[in-house]
């Protein structure tokens, strides 16, 4: 028997990939009526700068109030990123969201203690793709936590083809 999948844990680090992931959550969520907890951690005293949406902050040396409004931003952003994909699923995804979790730490370590406190079934991840890229932080971050957990894991490559959603233009 396939045990139930009621809640979806997507790790994002805000690249056009992990957008790409997103959907794969949201498909899933959709046919397995389950609810996405979002998850984008900010390692402290790491410089994030993504390129056109906006959010550029140096997390860690800050005073508790910029941080705060730093990952305010950054939950901005992932909302902005569910609000494009309605245009492409027909619907509501903010619907699927249950939470939005902005933690400072390290990425691998902060995805599987939201896994354990959050409850969820499953986690989907996008990875940068192969070659050297690999070797960069989400790939870094895929490959840790498919070591670590016990957990199905759900890692998404960016597609070689072109699809209909252009994933470099969403915020």
């Known amino acids: 028997m396939i045990p ?21 959550a949201v498909t899933m969520a959709e046919k397995c009526g389950a609810t996405i907890v979002i998850l984008h951690s900010v390692e402290a005293g790491r410089h994030i700068s993504y390129a056109g949406a ?8 800050a005073k508790k109030q910029e941080q705060e409004a730093d ?27 249950s939470k939005i979790i902005v ?3 390290h990425p691998v370590e902060e995805i599987l203690k939201a896994v354990k406190e959050e409850e969820c079934d499953v986690i989907v991840l996008g990875t940068h793709g192969k070659g050297f890229l690999k070797q960069t932080l989400l790939g870094n971050v895929a490959a840790r936590v498919l070591q670590r957990t016990r957990k199905p894991v ?3 490559p960016l597609p ?11 915020p």
């Open 4 to 24: 139930e999948i009621k809640k979806i844990l997507y790790a994002t680090d805000l690249t056009k990939n992990s957008s790409y992931a997103f959907f794969y």
């Open 54 to 61: 906006g959010v550029e902050a140096v997390m860690g040396g």
């Open 71 to 97: 990952i305010e931003k950054i939950k901005e952003r992932l909302e902005a990123i569910c609000k494009t994909m309605e245009k492409h699923v027909g619907h509501s995804c903010l619907e699927l969201v």
């Open 103 to 105: 933690p400072l730490g």
């Open 154 to 156: 759900f890692i998404i």
């Open 160 to 170: 070689s083809e072109k699809t209909d959603i252009d994933w470099y233009s969403m």
